[in-house]
């Protein structure tokens, strides 16, 4: 049985001037128990906001516009923010945000930040307890524990902040988690180091489903059981990580896979070539195929109607031509 359920999601942000942005748009998928699914697409694509609206967290000016999300068949829909905090993050969904600094209160201790984040979750917080729990869990992430927790996030290193906030957000064991973009500000040698650390947690048994959001599709090629690709707000393509990496259907897909691709064995990986063009304002209506302006096998009609999401081969895809 699914335990994570994603009914056609639209989310929209209203702007101070009435202005509606339709940041994502008719997102479908189901998870089970276990699963890993990667989500990929370039920056403003609609990643950050799709997480919010998954965990049902709505603080203006988001919204949600149509669609239903489900944990263990349990609504997160037309929910007070004050009520998801209590019963729904956590435990059972929690997520791992981009940037450490920004999740992380400046002028309170890592332990401190931890109690808050607990009290906000939980009706009767322990502090001793919380903090015990702390100790046990930081031990082990291969850092000087009682150091970190008693330090202020400056006084850290970006990994022991990042390491830090993975180890607040995942407290409670949550069934499942949302890593966004968890490493991309970090260098390189502290990036590897914070995925090893959340697929140990993982192994762990520590949570057990995850959903890891990056720009970079070829960093979910050994990770992810399934991917979905986003575009301007709608996933173009999802399907198994195989069906996506080693025969992508939409031709952006095959944009963002082809850098991977054509790196020889032995060889540096290339750069990735970047995609000419930007992707649509979201601000504006958008007729027919959103991608249709930058993709190289564009035909005329494609801008002429909706492209909705079929089968093709196996999975589903946001394209006329993808046979
Ligand atoms: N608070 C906000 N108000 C209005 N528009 C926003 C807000 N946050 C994000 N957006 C817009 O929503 C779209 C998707 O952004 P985002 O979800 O952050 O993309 P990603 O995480 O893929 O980079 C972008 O066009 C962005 O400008
Ligand atoms: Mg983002």
Redesign the pocket.
Known sequence: MAIFEVDNLSLH?L?RFGKK?H?VTGVTFNMEKGEILGIA?E????????VNGLMGLFIP??YPTSGDVRVNGESLMNRTPNDIRQNVLSRKVSMIPQGAFNALNPTRKVKDIAADVMAAHLKNVDKKEIYDRLVERFDLFGMDTKKVLNSFPIQLTAGERQRSVIGISTLLNPQMVIADEPTSALDVTTQKVVIRLIFDLLEKGIFSTMIFITHELPLLRHVADNIGI?YAGEFVEYGTTDQIVFDPRHPYTKALMGAMLSAEPGQKQKKPTAIEGAPPN?ANPIFGCRFADRCPVAKEDCKKSEQEIRMVAGRQVRCQYAE
């Open positions: 942000y702007t942005i940041a697409g920056s403003g694509c609609g990643k950050s906001t799709l000016p988001l986003m979201l």
